[in-house]
């Protein structure tokens, strides 16, 4: 069971408190409707599932409830850092 | 190629089997093929072996970064069932099905396929709607599956837990009786066998780094860790390291990886006769013939490549087990592992061409892949062959997240109202 | 007794005999035995027979790595526990335990043909084979196979036992409490560190149990640790695996060492964080691999050491030591000094350190150099060994009845794999040792390869005179995976470690590999010509030893699997009789039976009354939501399919959620109590999913949107009260809100007292009648429905559950978003276009409804169905088909969703997803079922009251 430090509670808490919420950094479109079936396609479905580095996101559900970004290398598993969202990707 | 038989068995044993040859040889890579298979796992030989069988493509390589059928292949509870819901699941299961069946002879190695039944159990009203919108489906499709009472369940699997006042009691379950298992391992290595003698070289300790791109845009070949090898076909079965593959060739795919973990007992005497699935307590057994119990848990809930699982989920999954099978409390977990699971948007496996002229892909099967090894081989490599999906698994295209059709069998199962 | 006990010595108590009995027969043995020793100090050599040749066993180790002497253990009803080590089941008065995977007994074992005809059984044989005629797998060859597999019985009847689960945190985790682990303690006890020892033993010591020299530190320090504030010391307790973030699972055994029907739980789940973990889990003594290494009589040097100084117990009157490594000649040296006669020492290596030969001297110990067993005679015990030197020269029988083996060492880097820290290979000791950490982790003493047990040489398999592809030298005991196994692997064609195990099946026995990877390895690596390092190293996984699924799921059992959700109103239904069933994690009441009703008969009377006069419901699992805020309108606007923004308060409005792929996740009726306050509904089970949606677009979306969400499905309880009756029913209990149609119309919503409460009054309803939700706080919702139900006696007041529910919304096409909707339905498909905004520019999945496949034709739609017989109900789940004379494969073109009895229409109505349906009304569609096919007309969703005038009143 994973630690993963919630950048807002400013504490490092056990994974069961968290929910994985997939990659980080996809903003939805301001206006949807200009976006390509092909655009569109790619906002909802392709990841980047990267081996190594990887930003995603985690929401501390029972905790503050807040969503935040993190990067972690999916080989290791081990956390480089985690931010909070809005803030600039790391 | 030794023909395997009880007679040849007996002929070695008498000179001390000294003379068994090797099963496929230690092929090293040649300068080009007319088609290379990136992974091998029982997809990937599969296909290699289809391309020479069925389609007379022989000079194929299959290459594998570490040693045959040490990924998913290796790493699974041999579950095979062909009960899906909607009618280009069922025909691609069911294909791989009647592909199992015979197999073991095909290739002239025990795949030890065995029909012992898969049993999907119905706990809430919910299920039971489920459970009967697939079986219906099924027999209109052809598909074995029938209702069982929990009285019939509990007679066809005895160690079930009926009792009305469990937790999550047994209202009922589907069974799939043409559904059972096999010895994952030995279908990789029947495969390897019988494609290295049909001229397929099985090429070990080779990953690959790059996929090389002509000029027009389609496939050249492939960097390898032992140097380049030129192809003008190349298919990728590549199971949880897809993405990564894929992005060699310039590639997003909609994929993402997650650890799955399963667990075994030490061995009892078997008393347990078929395979039991539960969706909604979140538990799968069988039992193996050296006699283990095969327990399948859940994926983890992060991408990850690491084959590194939680203790909960483990823990959430041997009580599961305890609840649908509480006579197996005092049974000792005597090992669990990892595997990495490349899981699609739809759950759906994709399986055909990719954007990239001369790249194909077999991918995204999720938790279920190894049921389905022949038939993603047989179509993997008609796909390779003619440069077009066979209608089976023409359906499972990269365009149906574009145009939204979907075939997705986990929301066909939503969770209850 | 017999002469097996040494006449002093050892940690057992002799002042207290502990009886046992073991396949039947009763033995003595002293508190403080493993069932192992006992048996050995009873002159008992013969424990087991092997899984595949069934070749009698007896015990080769002193510990968990012991392979051999698998025993069941019988502890009363339920309580039957197969393949426990006899060397580490603890001794009891009572103790019951058997032998093994044999029949008819231990002695004479049918089984043991396999044996003699071991040799077309060689590995891998079962892939060879058994494929002809092809039906016979499945009817002859598996049930052979099947009938031959597994080791012990498997239970049968249920467990009675508890098992129990804790977290721990501490700064330091000792894993192993031998000397290397106890030295670590005691240092870090002075520090003010939260340390954790764990053993596995019923004592701390470990090596340390079997030397009794170092028994006076030994109690010193146990004195100064069990002193340390921080100190925690669990025995008993074995650290099973080693997880991410220094996380490590540990199981403590509590009661299978007491006797039968002690209290409490029987084992305890540990789950441990650590700030740093220090392994100490100390080595494994390898075996010799040569023809016969398996006889019974014939283990490890350093177990007849421990057997004797630990247990005081021989295992042989004479005993010969076959060794390459100096350890087993001290170990041989202490056990001449405890009296026990040493017939020989045998050692493959040319020459070794001369105070050695010196010491064996000065005990009369006879020593053969460069000489090699070669053959061991004896069936359950040895009774003589057979030596040669290493030239061929030299032959000679030796008689002994026990033969020790000294075959090096192997570090324990069990846990340290786990942790996902790297391994370097030492020539020196032919065995892994840890080298780069992953975790907070250090690996010290003799699991990091650091010993004093002297120094060694590494062979595959011992020299032999005989064909090597001949004889049966065992790797895995176990498994019976023979040297010549290993080689057969390599010849055809394996050569990744991991294939040769998974081929031989060496190293995946319930020992995991503890005495045979290291020898697997070095044959492989012979058979190979390759170093090694390069054929790689099997993983280990968890669990370090074998775990009881019953202490992983711990609490987890029963009630306490999962919670089951309850609401306020649930205890009266369970007093009055309701029949309920799981929605969810909930359980709701789905009828209320009278005596002598069916659930249809019942149904169709909870039916009527709501259609009749009124009836109440308890709808308190519907999942709410407050949204609360300047923004709270525009927040639920670009939610929802719908417009949200002009809806003035006190109004309901109906909303349907799609997730951003277009398809209908959720829906329910939601009330602008404010022009900032929303009090939104969800259905049942998608309460928490619904949330969590919201909230990722809110805090990740639109963070600029001044919007509260908070969870207030259970913080009120909700009484739907439906029917012609219910505004009469309610009148006299509601104190400022006017119940007038025209003061409250269908779709508003009020708050007012009821009868003294705060409520929060919808009118709303699911049945198609005159209809109220009462929301009031949680703790009041009993009283309320207790209240109605006296108050609406007169009114013929009828309780009514979740089928009813089901029926009369049936009635009214109202749909159930998770039955007739199910992950891929657009609201077009479900008919709910008019939900859909369609001047509002953006709303979440508005994008996804354009994509091509959901503006072509052909879509499946929800429609009604009415069977040509209205007495014919569908079944939920059929399939619809356009043709039924059509053959299997039959082109599908639907199914049903949704289908009841209708007692207010006097016959069966349904609902289907049908192919193109909204254009097909008035047309024939056919359900085959197994046993005829059923012919239906495609209708309307809304079979009762469609201009909705029971509703506006």
Known sequence: MILIHCPYCDEQRPEIEFAYAGQAHIARPANPDSYSDEEWERFLFFRANPRGRHHERWRHTHGCGRFFNAVRDTVTDKFETTYKAGEPRK | MTRFSAFSLFAKALGAHKDWPEQWPDAAPKASYDAIIVGGGGHGLGAAYYLAKKYGITNVAVLEKGWIGGGNTGRNTTIIRSNYLYDESAHLYDHAVKLWDGLSQELNYNTMYSKRGVMMLAHNVHDIQSIKRHIHANRLNGVDNEWLTPQEAKAYCPPLNISPDARYPVLGAALQRRGGTARHDTVAWGYARAAAALGVDIIQNCAVTGIRRGTDGAVEGVETTRGYIASKRVGVSAAGNTSVVMQMAGLDFPLESYPLQALVSEPIKPTFPCVVMSNTVHAYMSQSDKGELVIGAGTDQYVSYSQRGALHIVEHTLAAICEIFPIYRRVRMLRTWGGIVDVTPDRSPILGKTPVKGLYVNCGWGTGGFKATPGAGDLLAYTMAKDEPHPINAPFNLDRFRNGRLIDEAAAAAVAH | ?953
């Open chain 3, 1 to 953: 007794m017999s002469g097996y006990r040494l006449p002093a010595g050892g940690r057992v108590d002799r002042s207290k005999p502990v009886t046992f009995r073991f396949d039947g027969k009763t033995y003595q043995g002293f508190a403080g035995d493993t069932l192992a020793s006992a048996l050995l100090a009873n002159g008992v050599t013969l424990f087991g027979r092997s899984f595949k040749y069934h070749r009698p066993r007896g015990v080769l180790a002193a510990g968990n790595e012991e392979p051999n002497a698998l025993v069941s253990i019988h502890r009363g009803p339920g309580r039957f526990t197969p393949n426990l080590r006899a060397t580490n089941v603890e001794l009891h008065d009572g103790l019951n335990a058997s032998s093994q995977n044999r029949w008819p007994s231990l002695k004479t074992d049918f089984g043991a043909i396999n044996d003699r005809l071991g040799m077309f059984f060689p590995a891998g044989f079962y892939n060879k084979t058994f494929m002809w005629p092809r039906s016979f797998w499945e009817r002859l060859y598996e049930p052979a196979i099947r009938k031959m597999a597994g080791l012990g019985d498997a239970p049968t009847e249920n467990d009675p036992d508890t098992y129990t689960a804790t977290y721990a945190h501490c700064d330091l985790l000792i894993v192993g409490a031998g000397p290397a682990g106890l030295d670590a303690a005691l240092e870090a006890s002075g520090t003010g560190k939260r340390v954790i020892l764990i053993d596995e033993q019923d004592e701390a010591g470990g090596g340390a149990l079997a030397d009794p020299a170092l028994w006076p530190w030994l109690e010193r320090s146990m004195k100064a640790l069990n002193a340390a504030a921080k100190v925690t010391i669990l025995t008993r307790t074995t650290a099973f695996g080693y997880y991410h973030d220094n996380f490590i699972g540990a199981v403590e055994r509590l009661t299978d060492h007491l006797p039968e029907n002690s209290d409490g739980p029987r084992e305890k789940l540990w789950r441990i964080r650590a700030g740093e973990v220090l392994l100490a889990q100390g080595a494994i003594e390898r075996p010799l691999v040569f023809d016969g290494n398996d006889t019974p009589g014939v283990m490890l040097s350093s177990a007849a050491k421990t057997f004797a100084n630990r247990y005081g117990v021989a295992v042989g009157k004479s005993l010969a030591l076959m060794a390459v490594h100096d350890s087993g000649w001290h170990d041989v040296f202490a056990l001449k000094k405890a009296g026990i006669a040493i017939a020989a020492i045998i050692d493959a290596r040319t020459d070794v350190d001369g105070d050695l030969k010196a010491e064996a001297a000065a005990l009369g110990i006879s020593v053969h150099l460069d000489h090699s067993v070669i053959g061991v005679s004896g069936r359950h015990q040895v009774n003589s060994i057979e030596i040669c030197a290493n030239n061929g020269n030299a032959r000679r029988t030796i008689p002994c009845d026990a033969l020790l083996m000294a075959g090096g060492w192997t570090p324990s880097v069990h846990l340290w794999s786990h942790s996902k820290g790297s391994l370097k290979w030492r020539d020196d000791l032919g065995a892994y040792v840890p080298d780069q950490a992953n975790e907070n982790c250090r690996s010290i003493g003799a699991c990091a390869g650091d010993w004093d047990f002297g120094k060694g040489a590494v062979f595959d398999v011992l020299p032999t005179l005989r064909d090597q592809a001949r004889i049966k030298a065992f790797v895995d005991f176990q498994n019976d995976v023979t040297a010549k196994d290993i080689n057969l692997a390599v010849r055809e064609g394996f050569r990744s470690i991991e294939h040769i195990k998974r081929y031989t099946t060496n190293g995946m026995a319930t020992d995991q590999g503890k005495t045979s990877n290291l020898n697997g390895l070095q044959i492989a690596s012979t058979a190979l010509a390759k170093a090694v390092p390069d054929i790689g190293l099997t993983t280990f996984r968890p669990p370090y030893t074998p775990q009881t699924f019953g202490a992983l799921a711990g609490h987890a059992k029963g009630a306490l699997f999962q919670a089951t959700r309850t609401t306020n109103i649930d205890g009266w239904a369970e007093e009055n009789g309701a029949v309920f069933e799981l929605v969810a994690q909930w359980r709701r009441a789905r009828y209320f039976p009278q005596p002598g009703e069916d659930m249809h008969a019942a149904v169709n009377r909870e039916c009527r009354a709501v259609r009749g006069g009124v009836g109440i419901f308890d709808a308190s699992t519907l999942g709410k939501i407050e949204v609360v805020g300047p923004d709270a309108a525009e927040f639920l606007n670009r939610m929802y399919t719908n417009p949200w923004k002009a809806l003035e308060p006190g109004r309901c409005r109906y909303g349907l959620l799609l997730k951003e792929d277009g398809f209908i996740t959720d829906d329910g009726v939601s009330a602008r109590l404010a022009p900032d306050r929303f009090h939104l509904t969800t259905t049942t089970g998608g309460a928490a999913r619904v949330l969590n949606m919201m909230e990722d677009y809110l805090q990740t979306e639109w963070p600029d949107l001044n919007v509260w969400l908070t969870s207030t499905t259970e913080q009120y309880a909700v009484i739907a009260l439906q029917g012609p009756n219910a505004r009469k029913l309610l009148e006299p209990l509601v104190q400022g809100i006017d119940l007038s149609p025209e003061a409250f119309p269908h779709m508003t919503v009020r708050e007012g007292l009821i009868c003294g409460v705060p409520t929060r009054l919808f009118r709303v309803s699911f049945t198609g009648e005159l209809g109220f939700e009462i929301n009031v706080p949680t703790a009041y919702g009993r009283a309320l429905w207790e209240r109605l139900m006296a108050d609406g006696a007169d009114y013929g007041i009828t309780p009514y559950g979740t089928e009813a529910m089901h029926v009369l919304r049936a009635e009214k096409g109202f749909i159930i978003v998770g039955q007739d909707t199910d992950g891929t339905v657009t609201p077009y498909d479900a008919g709910l276009d008019w939900a859909v905004g369609k001047k509002k520019p953006d709303f979440v999945g508005r994008r996804s409804l354009a994509r091509p496949d959901i503006v072509a034709a052909g879509r499946k739609q929800l429609v009604g169905l009415l069977t040509e017989d209205p007495n014919m109900v569908l079944e939920e789940g059929a399939q619809i088909v356009a043709d039924p004379k059509q053959p299997v494969p039959m082109t599908m073109i639907g199914h049903v969703t949704s289908s009841y009895w209708s007692e207010t229409l006097g016959r069966s109505i349904a609902i289907g997803l049908v192919a193109n349906g909204h254009a097909i009304m008035g047309e024939t569609i056919y359900v085959p079922m197994p046993d005829g096919v059923i012919r239906a007309t495609v209708t309307s969703m809304v079979f009762y009251d469609p201009e909705g005038a029971r509703l506006h009143v």
